[in-house]
């Protein structure tokens, strides 16, 4: 099946500097999406694209879907301690009605 | 932004019961809503895609006998864990489709912590 490779696998920064990482796919999604989950609770949305090329930003983060639709990035500017969590890159194959099929996470750690 | 609810939050069972869980779309009617599940420091996987008025759909390794999926309405959906064992432990999301100004979006429940003694 599809599946998004997702790295890096943790992190550990100081707080005040940027943040990247980034999913990759064999497969082309017609969606990206980015979500963040803190612990014990469901996955929040951060960003989504939906265009091959988008750039778009959401406050501190910054999200592109790659032009060929099988990868995509998301930074985060001067990191603070409540970045702390995990992100997850997620596709959505088909427009509409379908599910999303998520990479493994980023677990970002953010130390004051 | 749709807001979807899921209760409980946390249930504690023993082995061999069965255990419901809810999702509900607030301010949506959604027609499909889709199950996942996440095991401990692992990602979200897709279980089922849960239909309303009609059987759900069930991904390659889940056992449609043992996670019944009901969906009622258009803002409701339940799973059933039945039999429950321990191996079963791990935390249910439910998700939905709605639409974020012009766009389809997914949005999440803030999932069910199953714990099966």
């Known amino acids: 099946g599809q599946q998004l490779n997702q790295s890096p696998q943790s992190m550990f920064i100081q707080e005040g500097e940027d943040v990247s990482m980034n999913c990759t796919s064999s497969?082309?999604?017609?969606?990206w999406l980015w979500y963040k989950q803190d612990p014990g609770e469901g996955p929040v949305l951060l960003i989504a694209?939906?265009?091959?090329?988008e750039l778009t930003s959401n406050g501190r983060l910054t999200a592109q879907f790659g032009i060929t639709r099988k990868d995509s990035f998301l930074n985060i500017s001067a990191s603070i301690p409540s970045d702390v969590g995990i992100y997850f890159c997620?596709?959505?194959?088909?427009?509409?009605?379908?599910?999303?099929?998520f990479g493994k996470g980023t677990r970002l750690s953010v130390i004051a | 932004g749709a807001v979807v609810s899921q209760h409980p939050s946390r249930v504690i069972c023993k082995s061999g019961t069965s255990v419901k869980i809810e999702c509900r779309s607030l301010?949506?009617?959604?027609?499909?809503m889709f199950w996942y599940r996440q095991f401990p420091k692992q990602s979200l996987m897709l279980m089922a895609t849960?239909?309303?008025?009609?059987?759900?759909?069930?991904e390659q390794g889940v056992e449609k006998d043992k996670f019944l999926i009901n969906h009622a309405s258009l803002t409701l959906s339940t799973l059933t864990v039945t039999s429950a064992h321990p191996e079963d432990s791990s935390f249910y999301i439910c998700?939905?489709?709605?639409?974020?100004?012009?766009?389809?979006?997914?949005?999440f429940g803030p999932g069910t912590r199953l714990t099966v003694l």
């Open positions: 997620a596709g959505q194959l088909m427009a509409g009605n379908t599910p999303l099929v």
């Open positions: 998700s939905i489709n709605g639409w974020a100004g012009s766009y389809n979006e997914q949005f």
């Open positions: 849960s239909n309303e008025g009609s059987k759900a759909t069930y």
């Open positions: 497969s082309i999604f017609n969606t």
């Open positions: 694209l939906y265009k091959a090329g």
């Open positions: 301010d949506f009617q959604a027609t499909t």
